[in-house]
């Protein structure tokens, strides 16, 4: 509960998580520090989402104790967080989900804003309900958008944008959150290689003194996001090294010697 | 691969057979209604349909307020042996009749106007906590759901002939009647507006840290806004046609000149009725329609 016993941003001792009769996650032991950048990689229902979920308080795990940002919840203690304690840990928590989520009718800045509801100087009930936003979140987000060459697609609806262009307005709203951890899944599935570059750039500058945490799939991506790197089979952890200690046959041997998958290398009959 | 084919091919087999018997048990039911109804004898014509047909219809044709124009100013009821009884001007009358009409549709788009008001606002609550994806505690809403169900099992003529009883004859029946009805297909819509959210796109906004409140007004609200517009235009113009009938019982409106001019085989003055109906019910009909594609 008290940061000076627990410094650390996320700390994960023996968490099971099951859903559904399966077993998504189970990890011993995982503990990421204030301020580091870290990357998961893995094959498809490794449990990277899960874990993810795990972290923003969706997922609730059956077994073990989670520690975010000071905040504990498990089987020990609490079992989860309660309304208003999840939410102040979800106000720090920033998310960027599979998916594209964003509110369909609004127009990209108001999603942007959207994204600075839990702030202090968020902005009272009427003003969301009524779409009349303060001048300074305006530009906040106006701003955010720009970064990301969204500046002309401010004021399109969320449903008329491309993929690519959601994602960066997801991204804009994660600025706008101002968080001190960000869970990035897959934060450029959608995105060309230029715009990717564009993504890291404003995902770190957002992480910039925050813990980052992000789902990653192209390994070119793991040097710009992540000083560190975990591999997840399984729901288990199967490595844990600092980014230049990844080599392709790691990473190869990580894809294809799961279980699910493996008969993708078997021969034909 | 190879065994899901043929299991497959027999599931779509047993599908075709099902729909086959569905049929056939639909003909078995209008069978047994028909030859139960013609065993009974209740399936008459009447004693002279056609000739009544072509005098209803003949009546009908020539509207009653074409009158005001044409009618005889001196119209004389005499008695069998030549008495005058009354004279009366059809002109006179006839405009008079036109006035009545002219308030009975106001009365009947109020009615239509204030029930539906009425129970949108009532069904707004019954909406939200039956809807499956805002999950609202379990006995809340199981009975939101019932009322609703229930207050859509009954008719609005149900409910006016029991308000007529209850407010007394008038509007105020009417105006109940239609919310009473109106406020379980209002619940029902609302909460199928809601439950085809995009729910990531909710989880997304409380993922912020959002309130609740917040998480509602910021991201439910807008998307289900103009759902709940349309929809509510949707029932109005439903429970326009619904309000020229419920005068029938007493409850105000065109109705009770519907039942005026039927009990007294007045067709041509249910022709001027029906035409202003039509009228009524058309260009409203217009009006939300375009209302609701600028929405969409």
Not at chain 2, 112 to 138: F, W
Not at chain 2, 216 to 231: C, D, E, I, T, Y
């Amino acid at each position: 509960m008290n940061q000076s016993r627990n410094p650390a941003a996320v700390e994960l001792n023996h968490v099971e998580v099951v859903a559904g009769g399966r077993r998504l996650l189970r990890i011993a032991q995982l503990r990421i520090e204030p301020g580091e950048r870290v990357a998961l990689v893995g094959p498809n229902g490794a449990g990277k989402s899960s874990l993810l979920r795990v972290l923003g308080g969706f997922l609730a795990p059956a077994q073990g104790r989670v520690t975010v940002l000071g905040r504990s919840w498990g089987t020990q203690e609490n079992a989860s967080l309660s309304g208003g304690a999840l939410r102040n840990l979800r106000a720090e928590v920033g998310q960027v989900m599979q998916g594209l989520h964003l509110v369909p009718r609004l127009t990209a800045r108001e999603n942007v804003i959207l994204g600075a509801l839990a702030r202090a100087d968020a902005m009272p009930l009427w003003r969301s309900w009524s779409r009349l936003y303060p001048a300074h979140l305006r530009n906040e987000a106006d701003q955010a958008l720009a970064e990301l060459g969204m500046a002309e697609r401010a004021d399109m609806r969320a449903d008329r944008l491309s993929g690519g262009e959601r994602q960066k307005v997801g991204l804009a709203r994660l600025k706008l959150q101002r968080p001190r951890l960000v869970l990035a899944d897959e934060p450029t599935s959608a995105l060309d290689p230029n715009a990717t570059l564009d993504a890291c750039r404003s995902l770190c500058a957002t992480a910039q003194g925050a813990t980052l945490l992000s789902v990653v799939h192209n390994t070119d991506l793991l040097a710009p996001l992540a000083d560190r790197v975990i591999g997840l089979a399984n729901g288990e952890i199967v490595f844990d090294v600092p980014v230049h200690g990844i080599t392709p046959q790691r990473l190869q041997a990580l894809y294809t010697d799961t279980p699910p998958y493996a008969y993708l290398r078997a021969p034909t009959p | 691969m190879t065994s899901l084919a043929p299991a497959s091919k027999g599931a779509a087999q047993r599908g075709r057979l099902g729909f086959a018997a569905l049929v056939l048990l639909y003909g078995v039911v209008v069978v047994v209604c028909l030859a139960s109804l013609l065993a009974a004898g209740d399936l008459s014509w009447g004693r002279n349909p056609w000739d009544n047909l072509v005098k209803s219809v003949g009546e009908f044709a020539r509207p009653s307020f074409v009158d005001i124009w044409f009618g005889p100013e001196r119209l004389e009821y005499r008695s069998s042996d030549g008495t005058l009884l009354r004279v009366e001007n059809r002109r006179e009358v006839e405009a008079q009749f036109l006035w009545a009409l002219g308030r009975a549709t106001w009365t009947t788009f109020q009615i239509a106007t204030l029930g539906s008001l009425l129970a949108a606002l009532l069904a707004l609550p019954l909406g939200l906590a039956s809807a499956r994806n805002l999950k609202a505690p379990r006995w809340l809403a199981r009975s939101a759901n019932s009322v609703l169900d229930v207050s859509r099992a009954i008719h609005t003529l149900v409910f006016g002939l029991v308000l007529v009883g209850i407010v007394g004859l008038g509007p105020m029946a009417g105006i109940l009647a239609i919310a009473l009805h109106s406020m379980g297909t209002y619940g029902k819509l609302y909460a199928e507006s809601i439950e085809t959210l995009d729910m990531g796109a909710v989880d997304a906004v409380r993922a912020t840290g959002a309130s609740g409140s917040q998480v509602f007004f910021s991201a439910v609200w807008p998307s289900v806004l103009p759902q709940f517009v349309s929809n509510h235009l949707y029932v109005w113009e439903f429970n326009i046609r619904d309000s020229t009938i419920l005068g029938l019982i007493g409850a105000g409106g065109l109705g009770l000149l519907i039942s005026e001019a039927v009990s007294l085989f007045q067709w041509s003055r249910l022709a001027s009725i029906l035409l202003v109906v039509i009228a009524l019910v058309t260009l409203f009909d217009t009006v939300s329609r375009r209302i609701r594609q600028a929405l969409a």
